[in-house]
């Protein structure tokens, strides 16, 4: 059964990039497509982007001049690198399988705060 | 983009009572092609990630209890709870699947127990 676990920095400056990783187990990082969804605290889910297992990336056009998804096969690791970071980018970040009718299993999320 | 509206935002139902949520989208989200509707329905818990319930607008996820159940198409859904444990306290959320790359939620149900 496949497994994510979110890590990386849970606190980040204004302006500078955000960096999450996501490591996969239970199953080859490479035979599914993965996305990352983002919750701010109290509110509700904004996808954020995927990359597919034949590689493409797709980005939410609100965030797709800061975005990027990318995936490390070796490590079983996805990231996510957000740059120009605001206190709007604030929010728990998920990462999940994207199957092609849904997203799960989820990671359990972790918080970043954008603050100085 | 398609908006995702769900009603209403809040629930209060007694335990064994059904509990239902509503779904609407901006636009259709049925594809004749393969006659499916592109709907999916999340649980989630406080303090967990969501849960994948039901794709396809009707299609239990494997291992979600047949208490949950999905009906609709077109642009209206529905998410049905037929007998409500206390473990079912949770927000819920629709997403339509239909316009990827920009898949969208809907705002969030919360249910609760009366």
Known sequence: ????????PGLVKPSETLSLTCTVSGGSISSYSWSWIRQPAGKGLEWVGRILNTGPTHYNPSLKSRVTISVDTSKSQLSLKLSSVTAADTALYYCARARDYAFGPWGQGILVTVSS | DIAMTQSPDSLAVSLGERATINCKSSQ?????????????WYQQKPGQ?????IYWASTRESGVPDRFSGSGSGTDFTLTISSLQAEDVAVYYCQQYYSPPLYTFGQGTKLEIK
């Open chain 2, 49 to 53: 990630p969501p849960k994948l319930l």
């Open chain 1, 1 to 8: 059964q496949v497994q994510l676990q979110e890590s990386g």
């Open chain 2, 28 to 40: 259709s989200v049925f594809d004749s092609s393969n006659n499916k509707n592109y709907l999916a």
